[in-house]
């Protein structure tokens, strides 16, 4: 499985940068996908996940939603991130993966993701 995240770079506060990612070796049309970031020196975060059909959508923090958009072209194996209104603290690295349920809602699962994509956010 190979995943290839892209669209990162140098945002200022306030801006918006849309990521894509492509996954190629896997049936990418039938797995849940998401995003989760990892700051220098934290621990990785989720981001948000979404179905196979795009019909259910759960983000892993309040903090993100209303500013992050997720979306999926099953015909391009094909994930994106629409990330709105970007503060400092957005600044990280990006990478997709697999999902999985937990409970109460569809989480990161960390099976496979790419080398990521930097995303900086500064003025």
């Known amino acids: 499985v190979q995943a290839v995240e892209s669209g990162g770079g140098l945002a200022q506060p306030g801006g918006s940068l849309r990521l894509s990612c492509t996954v190629s070796g896997i049936r990418f049309a039938t797995l849940t996908m998401g995003w989760f970031r990892q700051a220098a020196g934290k621990k990785r975060e989720g981001i948000v996940c979404?179905?196979?059909?795009?019909?259910?959508?759960?983000y892993s923090s309040d903090s993100m939603t209303g500013r992050f958009t997720i979306s999926r072209d099953n015909a391009k194996n094909t994930l994106y991130l629409q990330m709105d209104t970007l503060k400092p603290e957005d600044t990280a690295m990006y990478y997709c993966t697999d999902c999985a349920w937990y409970s109460d809602g569809y989480y990161p699962d960390y099976n496979f993701y790419g080398q990521g994509t930097q995303v900086t956010v500064s003025s």
């Open positions: 979404i179905t196979d059909d795009g019909g259910t959508i759960t």
